[in-house]
């Protein structure tokens, strides 16, 4: 007669309970046990497979408790009706456990430069919250980011910047959009209800809002910056900006537009969104003061991200509120956790102490420099391409003279491990009809990224990108 079950002890790395418990429930499932079946009793199970009673014991324990089968007082145990679905799925329980090696990561998308960050000063500074301070990782970290990272951020952003704040006016999170979540909270509790953004501007802010419920009012920028005068009056507002360095057309908001900004916002009980983004990494001149810093008036609240003077993956941003706006996220923050990671945090805040990330930053600004020098003077030797935006940051804008759409040539890029990305609402805006597919004087802007293509690449990149764009 053939056995129930048959276990090979010694070949699996699995124990012999789990072994058996497989065995059956693949059984079950295949259909060759059928409902209401009984099994064998422990112990004729146990003699039949030279195994223990104990053993067979917990294998029907674990099937008790997952539903496959039911147990019926001085009865025994029998197969628990299953939905059809079920039977029929095939058992991925037994099935080898995947190795680290197995999966595959692509790390040849895009072409990168390890020379942009110094991961040896960060690993020192990780190694020492492992050590030193490792009790503080068996707890939660503060909703509104950890103490320390806060107070270092402060420090910095004062002497960096001209931004003054405590650090209780701090708020991390795990990127921009988890804070802008948080802002629609506090700015629907202020009764405001409408953000107006610039027009080109950072699209996924925008989404955040309106997927928030905020009506959206796309305000045109000029060389100067977004234009006040269209802004609403009368209305309380919010209005998102980047007046140091904007996206993607790198336009500096002037000093006398910046104080008509402050007065648009004190008038009308608006607030002001300034995004600071990639405002430290100016390569002619110093750095423009933050607009925080002229706030007189309690309006204005400070977004920045460490994502382009760390590393992206890193994702810990932050904001800077008003003590109006300080009170009302104390109000509601008990709702929420920090998604930003303790560790990584802890870490940062050591890296800043330590002196680190200012010596990053001077490292960034002098490559980088060179990386945008380098990459403009390769653009230049083409006679179909425009070349916007050259004083800072980490992209410049492409105005490409080609029938090909922007996709394409996006496409194009990406395939030689480039970044590249369409800016098609702005190419609405400055071009005909898409029917004129004959003019090769229709512009596509484009934003390309230089700051990840190793210095000595990049004249060889662009030239061999320019060729196939014009091929």
């Known amino acids: 007669m053939k056995p129930f079950v048959s276990i090979e002890k010694g070949n699996s790395d699995a124990s012999i309970y789990i072994q058996l418990y497989r065995h059956i429930k693949s059984e079950i499932l295949g259909g060759n046990i059928q409902v209401g079946e009984k099994l064998p009793s422990l112990r004729k199970l146990a003699q039949e497979s030279d195994i223990s009673v104990t053993t067979v014991g917990q294998a029907y324990e674990q099937l008790l408790t997952e539903g496959y089968i039911i147990s019926r007082p001085q009865s025994g145990y029998y197969v628990a009706e299953i939905p059809t679905a079920a039977i029929t799925k095939k058992d991925q329980s037994a099935s080898a456990s995947p190795e680290f090696d197995d999966f595959t990561f692509d790390r040849g998308k895009f072409l990168y430069d390890l020379d942009t960050f110094d991961f040896l000063k960060w690993k020192k500074c990780n190694a020492r919250v492992l050590t030193e301070y490792a009790d503080m990782l068996l707890f939660e970290s503060d909703v509104?980011?950890?103490?320390?990272?806060?107070?270092?951020?402060?420090?910095?952003?004062?002497s960096s910047r001209g931004v003054s704040a405590s650090p209780e006016q701090v708020v991390i999170g795990a990127g921009s959009q988890q804070l802008t979540s948080h802002l629609a909270r506090i700015l629907s509790r202020m009764g405001i209800d409408m953000i107006c953004t610039e027009d080109p501007g950072y699209l996924p802010i925008q989404n955040v809002f309106r997927d928030s419920g905020f009506g959206i009012a796309k305000i045109p920028v000029t060389e100067n910056g977004i234009m006040i005068?269209?802004?609403p009056v009368n209305i309380p507002t919010a209005v998102y900006v980047s007046p140091a360095n904007q996206f993607p057309t790198g336009s500096v908001?002037?000093?006398g537009v910046r104080y008509k900004l402050l007065e648009w916002a004190r008038d009308n009980g608006s607030i002001?969104?300034?995004?600071?983004?990639?405002?430290?990494?100016?390569?002619?001149?110093?750095?423009?003061p933050a607009l925080q810093g002229l706030d007189e008036s309690d309006s204005v609240v400070y977004l920045g991200s460490f994502s382009s003077t760390l590393f992206p993956a890193i994702k810990i941003s932050y904001m800077i509120l008003p003590e109006k706006m300080v009170r009302i996220f104390n109000s509601i923050k008990a709702d929420y956790t920090q998604t930003c990671s303790k560790a990584e945090q802890l870490t940062l805040?050591?890296?800043?102490?330590?002196?680190?990330?200012?010596?990053?930053i001077k490292?960034?600004?002098?490559?980088?420099?060179q990386k945008l020098d380098c990459a403009e003077n390769a653009f230049l030797s083409c006679p179909f391409v425009d070349v916007i935006n050259t004083k800072s940051g980490l992209n410049m804008m492409l105005a490409v003279h080609s029938e090909k759409s922007p996709k394409e040539l996006c496409s194009i890029g990406k395939a030689m491990g480039l970044r590249i990305y369409p800016l098609e609402h702005l190419e609405k805006t400055n071009v005909g009809s898409e029917t004129e597919a004959t003019d090769k004087n229709k512009k596509r802007f484009l934003i390309f990224y230089f700051n990840q293509i190793p210095l000595d690449k990049i004249d060889s990149c662009i030239r061999d990108l320019v060729d196939a764009w014009r091929s």
């Open 229 to 231: 005068e269209k802004l």
């Open 272 to 288: 002001i969104l300034e995004d600071d983004y990639d405002s430290e990494l100016r390569y002619f001149g110093k750095p423009v």
């Open 363 to 369: 490292k960034l600004r002098k490559l980088y420099a």
């Open 349 to 360: 805040a050591l890296f800043m102490e330590d002196g680190y990330y200012y010596t990053n």
């Open 253 to 255: 908001m002037p000093i």
């Open 144 to 158: 509104q980011g950890e103490a320390a990272l806060r107070f270092e951020i402060c420090k910095y952003l004062y």
